[in-house]
């Protein structure tokens, strides 16, 4: 398989540009997460998974809904990088990320009615916190599609689209509890107002065929939003299934009109502290400046990290709350003591 394009490693990335508002993440940060994997039926899931974790679960075949119970398996995400900086800082402890993985049910339309293993389908992706998401991109005709041809596109919208009503069902029956809610007294009137708006704003999207992952939201909406564990709104990352000969050319006939899709809904960039907030919450919320390195400058040194060479080579970086973390960049956050 061929990961076409990430559209989030651990959870959506919200500000785009440094100068961009400050903005939550929609899911959860941390780097213990649970994905599922998840597509139409028959399209290379289970091996997908097997592949992964490296294990003998589930139930790869050549035929619909193999996989009825989501198997699940730890993975401990091996990085290069993580020993680097273990040997530049000398650290006695090392804590890798570990994803939790699971194989889930094949979905079809109208999974949203409860077609097929739809509401277990469903219901099971609303457990995780992101999405690997399998799309057949090889002809075979020996092996089952159970849309009778391939083509990506469609089989990406089919399960996107039935995210989405799953999602609109979900949030008329809130909205229409938080329009009770805001007519008894004891409530804040103005919370409750904007949780309303919120609430709208997510239909009127949804109802535009756009996913909630796709839209940029402000820290407040992304308050009301992340308690709702919308099935839309979970990062995910789309892999094309291709054959051998394709994955070793890197040319595939599917590649530019899935790479296309996928761009319809790509929104990148973390900021300093909220990439500290990763590792803690008081980093986060107590930030005052970061000290980076890039990866390239440091991945040959044999350790410690000599901060005063590296800064006399104009190699030490020192930034605000808006610089936006590239990948492999290291940070040595400065926060203020006994804050919260």
Same mark, same amino acid.
């Given at each position: 398989?061929?990961?076409a394009?990430?559209?989030?490693s651990?959870?959506? #990335? ?18 213990? #997460?649970?994905?599922? !994997? ?9 091996t ?5 974790t ?30 680097q ?15 939790t ?26 457990? !995780? ?18 849309e ?42 103005? #919370? ?10 997510? #239909? ?10 796709s ?51 790509l ?8 990439a ?47 610089? !936006? ?10 926060a ?5």
């Amino acid at each position: 398989m061929q990961i076409a394009r990430q559209l989030s490693s651990t959870c959506r #990335l919200l500000a785009k540009k440094a100068s961009a508002p400050k903005k939550k993440y929609l899911g959860r940060i941390s780097n213990n #997460l649970s994905l599922g !994997v998840v597509g139409l039926a028959n399209v290379g899931k289970s091996t997908f998974f097997q592949a992964i974790t490296r294990s003998t679960l589930g139930n790869p075949a050549n035929y619909p809904f193999a996989t009825i119970e989501a198997e699940k398996s730890l993975v401990v995400v091996e990085s290069a990088k993580l020993d680097q900086f273990q040997k530049l800082f000398q650290s006695e402890k090392k804590v890798p990320t570990s994803l939790t993985v699971y194989d889930i049910a094949g979905l079809t339309r109208n999974a949203a009615s409860g077609q097929g293993l739809g509401n277990k389908f469903l219901a099971d992706i609303r457990l !995780v916190d992101g999405i690997f998401h399998v799309v057949r991109g090889f002809r075979d005709e020996e092996i089952t599609h159970i849309e009778n041809s391939v083509d990506p596109v469609r089989d990406m919208t089919i399960v996107t689209d039935e995210l989405i009503l799953k999602d609109l069902d979900f949030i008329e029956t809130a909205l229409e509890n938080a329009n009770k809610k805001v007519k008894k007294p004891g409530h804040d009137k103005a #919370l409750a107002k904007f949780e309303i708006d919120t609430l709208e704003k997510i #239909l009127d999207l949804l109802y535009s065929g756009r996913k909630v992952a796709s839209e940029e939201w402000t820290e407040e909406e992304i308050d009301i939003i992340n308690p709702l564990n919308l099935l839309t709104a979970k990062p995910t990352v789309v892999l094309l299934n291709v054959n051998p000969k394709d994955y070793i050319t890197n040319n595939n006939e599917f590649m530019e009109q899935v790479e296309g899709w996928i761009q319809e809904n790509l929104i990148e960039g973390s900021t300093a502290p909220e990439a500290a907030g990763a590792i803690h919450t008081d980093l986060q919320n107590t930030f005052i400046s970061a000290q980076v390195y890039k990866w390239e400058d440091v991945k040959n040194e044999s350790g410690p990290l000599d901060e005063a060479a590296l800064k006399s080579k104009g190699k030490q970086l020192r930034v605000g709350k808006t610089y !936006v973390v590239e990948d492999g960049d290291v940070l040595v956050v400065k926060a203020a003591r006994g804050k919260k």
